[in-house]
């Protein structure tokens, strides 16, 4: 058992975690009348902060907030829409004129089944890339409005 | 340790759709951290007119810094901390006084005054006026301590935050953050006692 008083600190330790002292401590506490009182001391303080009214703001702070936020702009999605359209149907016509006699041949040669199987897959993939793509633009144009 | 990663999930969720462009989310965040927010706010800067500056300084940072939170805290103490620093940088940018110094002639002085007396809450602890009167005049006491001192002694004992908690909101070193609190605690206990003894007389 510890014969001198104890400090400051171990008051504190032992007022707001007993548990945490060692054993020395805990016996000199028990026959001290003194460091009792002490720890008594600390012990009501920290009832008496903890039960201390809390601080809240007296105005409504998230109103004020969320008018300064950004907001997100409407955007129209036509005029990039227009211009894949555009590009598309460019690149049709140009393909038509240099490799159009040639499809035809290919097709004329070609067994029907083969024919629906290149083309079902070749549309399927196509829509499926024209998807992701577009989810992805409009993922991107939202983060953009924000910053 | 579940606690924890319940929480990031939920702030990951919260996050995220903020990130997606929900705003309405981010008024959420505000209403789960308004609490810690204030109780910083209201420690560190006296003044009213500030506090709402502030305060909306506060949450527009969070706003801009969203997307670099890296969850390995609670989003609340990462709001908290930054809530904290903009206080800090207020404090500094207006040249006032962060910390108690207290010189050991202070301290001597009011160690001579209380050694001549019996500590006077032994005999009435039970009294519920007296704990009125305790709480009243602690308020005060808290009030006369610098802002660093009032916050921490919050955080710890009003918001019970770990020693872990308040060293990500204010990063101080663990030592630092034990060393002022126990500071403040004892600049707290000899105020209170002389207080106390001279109401009392």
């Known amino acids: ?147 | 340790m579940n606690t924890i990663r319940e929480n990031n999930v939920s702030d990951r969720a919260l996050v995220d759709r903020v990130l997606g462009g929900d705003t309405n989310a981010f008024r959420l965040i505000m209403k789960n951290t308004e609490g810690l927010v204030g109780q910083i706010v209201y420690k560190m800067i006296r003044n009213p007119s500030d506090r709402k500056d502030i305060a909306q300084d506060i949450y527009l940072k969070t706003f801009q810094k969203l997307d670099s939170f890296q969850f390995q805290a609670k989003l609340s103490t990462w709001i908290g901390q930054i809530a904290y620093h903009t206080c800090l940088g207020y404090l500094e940018k207006k040249k006032l006084v962060l910390l108690d110094s207290v010189t050991d002639e202070e301290e001597n002085e009011v160690l001579e005054k209380l050694n001549h007396t019996v500590n006077p809450f032994v005999n009435d602890i039970e009294s519920s006026l007296f704990k009125q009167e305790l709480s009243a005049i602690l308020k005060t006491e808290i009030e006369k301590l610098s802002p660093i001192f009032r916050t921490l002694i919050t955080l710890y004992h009003q918001e019970e935050m770990s020693y872990a908690e308040i060293t990500v909101i204010t990063q101080l070193p663990e030592g630092t953050v034990k060393s002022y609190l126990s500071r403040a605690r004892k600049l707290l206990k000899d105020n209170l006692l002389l207080t106390y003894q001279k109401e009392a007389l």
């Open chain 1, 1 to 147: 058992m510890k014969n001198k008083h104890l400090t400051d600190e171990e008051i504190q330790l032992y007022a707001l975690d007993a548990d945490a002292c060692a054993p020395a401590l805990v016996a000199h506490i028990q026959h001290c009348a003194h460091c009792q009182q002490e720890v008594l001391t600390y012990q009501l303080l920290a009832e008496g902060i903890k039960t201390q009214e809390k601080a809240v703001f007296d105005f409504d702070l998230a109103d004020l907030v969320m008018e300064q936020l950004p907001q997100p702009k409407p955007t129209s999605d036509r005029p990039i829409l227009y211009m894949i359209g555009g590009i598309m149907a460019v690149m049709i016509v140009v393909m038509g004129e240099l490799f159009g006699s040639s499809f035809i041949g290919l097709f004329a040669y070609a067994q029907p089944i083969l024919i629906g199987l290149v083309l079902t897959a070749t549309i399927a993939l196509t829509a499926f890339l024209g998807i992701d793509m577009y989810q992805k633009y409009k993922a991107q144009m939202k983060a953009l409005n924000y910053y």
